[in-house]
């Protein structure tokens, strides 16, 4: 299969999904956020605690962050809601997401003189929106437009055995046999497999960037006074028999597979449309990790876990893969491939990627995963410095 049926937008993108977002640029529009899209069915929220009081860097990471799920391939439209002058301009975001030829709108609860207000008018735009997107219809496209995201989650000493190398089977089949586009992120998960990890850039420069970026994580970490090495593993990792930092480092990038990396990228920065792997530069922390891959234009992700977990996004469809058979049965409605018999019965490794790759497909046109049909989201951007 060469095609998927997705949504064609006027930027040139395709999405696999059709949603409407309602996003709030400040903490103090939040409610307002999530009062309408519980109004309006289908419209998803997008809140946060950011875009007032950060320094210029976080401003743009926060903004970068926001716009990119807001013209995410994924998304039909917009509706912006403001609490007053905030440093993330409502009206700046909305202009910007009126360029890529999505519905646009944008909401000051100030300028509406209320709450009331400005719920109303939140309401009416989204609802045109959502019942505008309904009357949009699937059209045939080609793989080579899709962009896979990976990304571990409560990694185990199963995870470098089976559910990894059958999520690198799938990532790598899009990208070999389709065209498309891979990216994996967290970078202080690289510590003591960075060597070996920038020995796959396609260039010296993207192998030095790679080094680089490992360094300025160690360095920012070290300035914390709390060293990473005692942070990771995590209480949850240890569990599941991981010992040491590297040992979960090496087995983490099992799941990006041995193939070429093209570039590194900035936290939720556009991703390129070149066909190949990518790495985005995130922190370890799975929310905000997985929301900048999101942010970056990937059009699903995959969770390859140990031992369960719930991480999931609202916009990037997220599915799980373990191969934990104790995983399933902890928690089953988070687990939406269950590959254990390649660990501990008769299948293969290659079985096991099959079956992810058969799960990604139908995901690709339209089926739901388990997290949305539970409306399980987790939103969180990463920032860089201190409230100002």
């Known amino acids: 299969?060469?095609?998927?049926?997705?949504?064609?937008?006027?930027?040139?993108?395709?999405?696999?999904?059709?949603?409407?977002?309602?996003?709030?640029?400040?903490?103090?529009?939040?409610?307002?956020?999530?009062?309408?899209?519980?109004?309006?069915?289908?419209?998803?929220?997008?809140?946060?605690?950011?875009?007032?009081?950060?320094?210029?860097?976080?401003?743009?990471?926060?903004?970068?962050?926001?716009?990119?799920?807001?013209?995410?391939?994924?998304?039909?439209?917009?509706?912006?809601?403001?609490?007053?002058?905030?440093?993330?301009?409502g009206d700046e975001l909305a202009g910007d997401v009126a360029e890529t030829g999505r519905p646009s709108a944008s909401i000051n609860i100030h300028e509406e003189k209320g709450v009331m207000n400005a719920l109303d008018a939140t309401v009416d735009a989204a609802r045109e929106m959502v019942q505008d997107a309904s009357a949009q219809r699937r059209v045939p496209a080609d793989m080579s437009n899709l962009t896979f995201g990976i990304n571990c989650a409560t990694s185990d000493t199963t995870s470098g055995l089976c559910q990894h190398k059958a999520t690198a089977g799938a990532v790598w089949r899009l990208i070999d046999e389709h065209g498309g586009r891979g990216c994996f992120a967290e970078t202080p998960e690289f510590f003591g497999g960075e060597e070996e990890l920038s020995e796959r850039a396609v260039n010296d420069e993207v192998r030095q960037e790679i080094l680089d970026r490992v360094g300025n994580w160690d360095k920012r970490l070290q300035a914390t006074g709390y060293d990473v090495r005692g942070a990771q593993p995590t209480p949850d990792n240890m569990d599941g028999g991981l010992t040491t930092i590297e040992e979960k480092s090496l087995g983490a990038l099992v799941k990006s597979g041995d193939g070429p990396i093209q570039d590194i990228v900035d936290y939720g920065a556009k991703i390129p449309d070149?066909?190949?792997?990518?790495?985005?530069?995130?922190?370890?922390?799975?929310?905000?990790?997985?929301?900048?891959?999101?942010?970056?234009?990937?059009?699903?992700?995959?969770?390859?876990?140990?031992?369960?977990?719930?991480?999931?996004?609202a916009v990037m469809p997220t599915l799980k893969i373990t191969g934990n058979p104790h995983s399933a049965e902890r928690v089953p409605?988070?687990?939406?491939?269950?590959?254990?018999?390649?660990?501990?019965?008769?299948?293969?490794?290659?079985?096991?990627?099959?079956?992810?790759?058969?799960?990604?497909?139908?995901?690709?046109?339209?089926?739901?995963?388990?997290s949305e049909a539970m409306g399980e989201s987790q939103f969180a951007i990463h920032r860089i410095g201190p409230s100002t």
């Open 274 to 313: 070149q066909s190949g792997m990518y790495i985005m530069d995130t922190p370890g922390h799975g929310a905000e990790s997985v929301t900048g891959i999101g942010a970056g234009g990937a059009h699903f992700m995959v969770i390859s876990t140990g031992q369960g977990h719930t991480l999931s996004n």
């Open 333 to 370: 409605e988070q687990t939406d491939v269950d590959v254990s018999e390649a660990l501990v019965g008769d299948e293969t490794i290659e079985w096991a990627t099959d079956e992810l790759w058969d799960e990604v497909i139908d995901i690709v046109n339209g089926k739901v995963t388990l």
């Open 1 to 89: 299969m060469s095609e998927f049926l997705g949504y064609e937008r006027d930027d040139g993108s395709i999405g696999i999904r059709n949603h409407t977002v309602i996003v709030s640029t400040a903490p103090y529009a939040n409610d307002t956020v999530k009062r309408a899209a519980d109004i309006v069915d289908d419209a998803i929220p997008i809140t946060h605690p950011l875009g007032r009081c950060q320094t210029k860097p976080d401003v743009f990471q926060t903004y970068r962050t926001l716009l990119g799920y807001a013209t995410h391939p994924n998304t039909y439209g917009a509706v912006v809601v403001a609490h007053a002058g905030e440093i993330v301009d």
